[in-house]
């Protein structure tokens, strides 16, 4: 389609304008306190897939803070998952106490 408009000669823009179709602006965030759509999926995905893997470091003693760190994710991510994994007791804050 370009190489026809231009061997007349024209733009797309300048075909667009004469035709009277809208120009879409590009949608600029200027304050962006929450996450796109695109950043929630992957955040998503990359907790489904490293679920075990904030177990084990966890386990390991390092802190949600710093597994989140390791991950690109937020603490609050890593914290939800570890009380889905029902790391945090009822009785407080605090790492599970040793079975062994």
Same mark, same amino acid.
């Not at 000669?9 to 796109?36: H, I, M, R, S």
């Not at 177990?55 to 609050?76: D, F, M, T």
């Given at each position: 389609?370009?190489?026809?408009?231009?061997?007349? +000669?024209?733009?797309?823009?300048?075909?667009?304008?004469?035709? +009277?179709?809208p120009v879409e602006e590009?949608?600029?965030?200027?304050?962006?306190?929450?996450?796109?759509?695109?950043?929630?999926?992957?955040?998503?995905?990359?907790?489904?897939?490293?679920?075990?893997?904030?177990?084990?470091?966890?386990?390991?003693?390092?802190?949600?803070?710093?597994?989140?760190?390791?991950?690109?994710?937020?603490?609050?991510?890593?914290?939800?998952?570890?009380?889905?994994?029902?790391?945090?007791?009822?009785?407080g804050p605090g790492r599970p106490?040793?079975?062994?």
């Amino acid at each position: 389609m370009d190489s026809i408009l231009t061997k007349l +000669g024209l733009t797309k823009d300048y075909v667009q304008n004469a035709l +009277g179709v809208p120009v879409e602006e590009p949608t600029v965030v200027k304050d962006k306190n929450y996450l796109a759509v695109e950043d929630q999926k992957r955040i998503r995905l990359r907790l489904k897939k490293y679920g075990k893997f904030i177990i084990a470091r966890y386990r390991e003693g390092l802190s949600p803070k710093q597994v989140a760190l390791l991950l690109g994710v937020s603490e609050e991510s890593v914290r939800s998952r570890l009380r889905k994994a029902k790391l945090f007791n009822s009785s407080g804050p605090g790492r599970p106490r040793s079975r062994i």
